[in-house]
């Protein structure tokens, strides 16, 4: 069984685009995250969400909108895309409280055309 | 403002012998660090972690030494095998923020047979 989940793994779009890129955890975690790996391969935070609650919101733009439909699933919408969104984007989770171990998911590598 | 570095961007070991991946942090509210490893296509998974009050946590062939007063903290892995060849990245978390990872910039480790 797939602990965290990402569909879809590739995805190829052209600018302007909207796309979203969704992830489930059936760890039973209360916390989950959207990470992004460019192309220097620098992994930043982008997004966190406790029990559906947005609690970390990195400097992202607004045409990333993170959406949780329930703890278990963590959605990311990309409106509008452009080249510089090109990247590997993951999607983690961990129990809520403290310092807590985050697992990944395998990743949605995102081409922008 | 690269807050976690790990300068060396790759290592290559021969099998059996000691691996020491380095990272060097510059914020000392960091209170937590942890190591994942990735393989290619995969997400990033857990190894080891260590909290700052400790100075040396070890599971099996992983060992992670933490120098806070040189803001510095090592992997070391022994004896090294191939299945170990993967890039290894280090993380510091939290200083008061809510589970907020930062990751360093990863070193690729080649393991040869």
């Known amino acids: 069984d797939t602990a965290v989940s990402q569909t879809p793994k590739y995805l190829v779009t052209q600018m302007g685009n909207d796309k979203s890129i969704k992830c489930e955890q059936n760890l039973g975690h209360d916390t989950m995250y959207w990470y992004k790996q460019d192309s220097k391969k620098f992994l930043k935070i982008m997004f966190s969400y406790n029990n559906k609650e947005l609690i970390i919101n990195e400097t992202v733009p607004n045409r990333f909108s993170p959406k949780s439909p329930d703890k278990a699933h963590l959605n990311l919408h990309i409106n509008s895309l452009e080249l510089g969104d090109s990247a590997v984007y993951f999607c983690a989770s961990s129990q809520a409280g403290g310092v807590a171990t985050q697992y990944f998911g395998p990743g949605t590598r995102l081409t922008v055309l | 403002d690269q807050q976690v570095k790990q300068n060396s961007p790759s290592l290559s070991v021969q099998e059996g012998r000691i691996s020491i991946l380095n990272c060097d942090y510059t914020n000392s509210m960091f209170d937590y660090f942890l190591w994942y490893k990735k393989y290619p296509a995969e997400g990033p998974t857990f190894l080891i972690s260590?909290?700052?009050?400790?100075d040396k946590n070890e599971d099996g062939r992983f060992t992670v030494f933490l120098n806070k007063s040189a803001k510095h903290l090592s992997l070391h892995i022994v004896p090294s095998q191939p299945g170990d060849s993967a890039v290894y990245f280090c993380?510091?978390?939290?200083?008061?923020?809510?589970?907020?990872?930062?990751f360093g910039t990863g070193t690729l480790l080649a393991v040869q047979p």
């Open positions: 993380a510091a978390c939290c200083g008061g923020a809510t589970n907020k990872l930062i």
């Open positions: 260590i909290s700052s009050i400790k």
